[in-house]
């Protein structure tokens, strides 16, 4: 017997479908969803994406550029932090980061993607030392000379992804950087308790990282984050950070992307052991979240985590798949490879959308839409002049299969 759609649930996906703000009552209803109502759901998320962006689905082509490996907090989830005893530990040398970028330039790449610990200086000596050898003492400060190297050199866009941030640490970034980011993960301050995936993690702060989001705003900074599932959190949680992350894009304009991104075991992490969230639980949250933030939100799923399922992710409100590098690895998780950028065409193509390639800043910040205004500094835009169509995506006769 099919199952029937829980009595409330049509009267909150029609409030939601006609741009009525969600509430958080009302979200953690949704998230809880299966069945019929994870159907309905999901379709009510579609349309509501195909009322804002049509069928256009976006992704970035870039070149990963993980500018040290090294990190002051060792999260349960992460295979990318590394100690100085580590044998694959390392500081990128400028020369180093110039071959990535270039490598990335010959095949296409509009985006250089600079991942890397947190503050390994506050901890580590030989850290310290190779900021010396480079002529810095910080890895904020060293990380501003790359991207200005790879954008001076290269033409490509760097994003900085650097964790935690003070305000004058942003706007010395803001010239050289498209855009910038850091997923808020969550904003459960249970997992900080021993045990839990955020224990002794300074920086996983929920106030800490939600202190350099506000001041990425303030600094008009396009901002990336998002949301990690299976880490811990309970559906509830995920909510209330969506609801954060809305609360700062009411604010300030500036979050241009919203990752839903799912735990994916590895050999070597503290939760080795865990279980990883199914592809219905990806679902039910995609869905959730692109009514929560709004069919205008740019709702992002990666589709190496999910290799065999991904197509899926469409059919519940996504509008982009992320960075798709044809270069270098994804750092973050190595042994998840991208998939072929033809490969990701096919998969929108069946269901009905088209692929286009974007630049590390959205159209809408590119165009500079109703409110958009002022995000794209100006050695950026010249950067992006010969590239950018009028609708604020990289020219079609620039995108490579």
């Known amino acids: 017997m099919q199952q029937a759609i829980a009595p409330e649930v049509p009267e909150i996906l029609d409030r939601a479908s006609h741009g009525e703000r969600m509430t958080p009552a009302e979200a953690y209803r949704l998230i809880h969803a299966d069945g019929a109502d994870l159907a309905a759901l999901m379709a009510a998320a579609s349309r509501l ?55 990335g330039q010959r095949q296409g790449c509009k985006e250089a993607l600079f991942s890397l610990g947190e503050r390994p200086e506050e901890i580590y000596e030989d850290v310290r030392a190779d900021l010396a050898r480079f002529g810095h003492r910080t890895m904020s400060s060293y990380l501003r000379e790359m991207c200005d190297l790879v954008l001076r050199e290269t033409g490509l866009l760097p994003h900085a992804n650097q964790g935690v941030m003070e305000r004058d640490e942003i706007a010395a970034l803001r010239d050289v950087n498209a855009s910038m980011g850091m997923m808020l993960e969550t904003v459960s301050e249970r997992l900080h308790e021993r045990g839990m995936a955020h224990w002794n993690c300074p920086g996983k702060l929920p106030e800490e990282r939600l202190r350099t989001m506000r001041a990425a705003g303030e600094l008009r900074v396009a901002w990336t984050t998002g949301i990690l599932i299976g880490i811990g959190e309970t559906r509830e949680e995920r909510v209330d950070s969506l609801f954060a992350i809305r609360e700062l894009h009411e604010r300030y304009g500036h979050i241009q992307e919203v990752i839903v991104q799912n735990f994916r075991v590895k050999e070597d992490i ?132």
């Open 270 to 401: 503290a939760m080795r052991h865990k279980g990883e969230p199914s592809v219905f639980e990806m679902l039910r949250t995609i869905a959730t979240a692109r009514l929560v933030l709004g069919g205008e939100m740019n709702l992002q799923a990666p589709p190496n985590l999910t290799p065999d399922a991904h197509g899926m992710y469409l059919l519940a409100g996504i509008n982009d798949w992320g960075g798709i590098s044809p270069v270098t690895k994804d750092h973050i998780n190595p042994e998840r490879p991208w998939p072929q950028i033809a490969e990701l065409r096919d998969t929108c193509s069946d269901a009905g959308f088209e692929l286009r390639e974007r630049f590390g800043i959205y159209p809408a910040y590119v165009r500079e839409d109703a409110g958009f205004e002022g995000f794209v500094p100006g050695r950026i835009r010249a950067a992006m002049a010969q590239r950018a169509g009028d609708d604020g995506l990289v020219r079609r006769e620039e995108e490579r299969w």
């Open 49 to 103: 994406r195909d009322a804002r962006h049509g069928r256009t689905v976006t992704y970035s082509r870039k070149v990963f550029i993980p500018l040290t490996n090294l990190c002051r907090q060792k999260c349960g989830y992460c295979t990318f932090a590394r100690g100085p005893r580590d044998p694959i530990a390392h500081t990128m040398s400028p020369d180093e980061v110039l071959a990535v970028a270039r490598a």
